[in-house]
């Protein structure tokens, strides 16, 4: 996916004191309360059963709340068409859903047509978008969905999703249905792509580390759709809010803090550190986890950090070990 500049709209979403019971008493959705800033990618992570798809569903009205109500951008979404409401939000499942017998370029300009745009403007629209999630589209526009890998399907269904510029992107485990090494190629690319397009994004997972890589919040929930914690990466891996929530992110929470922590963060002044020209290096906008893989890869105990190709400071592995220790003492 090519984070090609391109200009975007968002929306905030408000959740108020949401809730979902099914007519058998199923609760599928208890209590929840939360606030997504416009250009944010919240993620939404819990056990099975926990109302992750439910609050997707309930927030582009494919399912209608039991209580509660969801704003956007401070407008109650009951006050809107369902059906035009849906053509302004995107969404993105697990097995993508692209329609076999239509081409790419068909696929993704689906919500254009229904939204009464000429064929000119769709074709365009479909390109412009094909080219941004990294499909050349003279190569990939009149092929088949049969004829696409499945991480290709998959950048057309967030091509297509995106495709009539909508203010949210719903996505419900969108790289689950891949292999693991494909899926880390998607989550890097897709990572580029909002910075590009800075989207307000809901994303479903099963999955901590894919929550904590992609996500500026994640909203960890807990059986009866209850909101366990909601709060960034780091803060959820540092400081879980109960033993439910610890449980969940896992005894190796450490590691994972290392990934969502700047090197700024332990950086200390270069003079400190001897033989600064036989030492791996790390960028000043890297995380912790890539300090420690330069130093494992260079069985060295410091990194130096690099801005602008100069040094500007080090960082040693007991640093690393010292917040690894903090996360689960």
């Known amino acids: 996916m090519d984070a090609t500049a391109i200009t975007s709209t968002a929306a905030s979403i408000t959740l108020e004191n949401l809730g979902k019971v099914y007519p058998d008493g199923t609760v599928a959705v208890g209590d929840i309360s939360l606030e997504v800033r416009a250009g944010e990618l919240v993620v939404l992570i819990g056990p099975s059963g926990c109302g992750k798809s439910t609050i997707l569903r309930m927030l582009n009205r494919l399912i209608e709340p039991s209580k509660g109500r969801i704003l956007l951008d401070g407008e109650d979404i009951t006050a809107r068409n369902p059906v035009e409401l849906r053509r302004h939000i995107g969404y993105v499942i697990q097995n993508v859903g692209l329609f076999p017998h239509q081409s790419i370029r068909t696929n993704v300009g689906t919500v ?3 939204l009464g745009w000429d064929r000119k403007r769709t074709r365009a629209r479909a390109d412009e978008l094909l080219d941004l999630v ?7 526009g009149g092929r088949y969905p049969h004829e696409l890998s499945g991480g290709q399907r998959q950048r057309v269904g967030v091509a297509r ?4 510029d909508p203010l949210v992107l719903l996505m419900d485990e ?4 891949v292999d693991p090494i494909v899926r880390g190629r998607l989550q890097e690319e897709f990572l580029r792509l909002q910075a590009a397009v800075r989207k307000t994004i809901v994303l479903v997972t099963h999955d901590i580390d894919e929550a904590v890589r992609l996500g500026d919040r994640i ?5 009866g759709g209850l909101l366990r914690q909601y709060a960034p990466p780091a803060e959820v891996l540092g400081n879980p809010a109960s033993p439910a929530v610890s449980d969940f992110v896992g005894r190796d929470r450490g590691v994972r803090r290392l990934a969502v922590t700047p090197v700024r963060d332990v950086m200390r002044p270069i003079g400190r550190v ?7 290096t790390v960028e000043a906008s ?5 300090a420690l893989s330069a130093m494992l890869t260079s069985d060295a105990l410091n990194v130096v950090v690099i801005e602008g190709g100069k040094p ?3 960082v040693s592995r007991s640093a690393l070990f010292d917040v690894q220790a903090a996360q689960v003492s």
Do not use: M, N
Not at 161 to 164: D, V
Not at 174 to 177: E, M, N, Q
Not at 274 to 280: A, Q
């Open 274 to 280: 001897e033989d600064i020209e036989r030492l791996p």
């Open 134 to 140: 990294g499909l050349d589209p003279a190569k990939y």
């Open 161 to 164: 999703a995106l495709a009539a």
């Open 312 to 314: 500007v400071g080090s």
């Open 112 to 114: 254009p047509r229904l």
């Open 219 to 223: 909203a960890v929930l807990g059986e």
């Open 286 to 290: 890297g995380t912790l986890y890539d």
């Open 174 to 177: 969108p790289f689950s249905a």
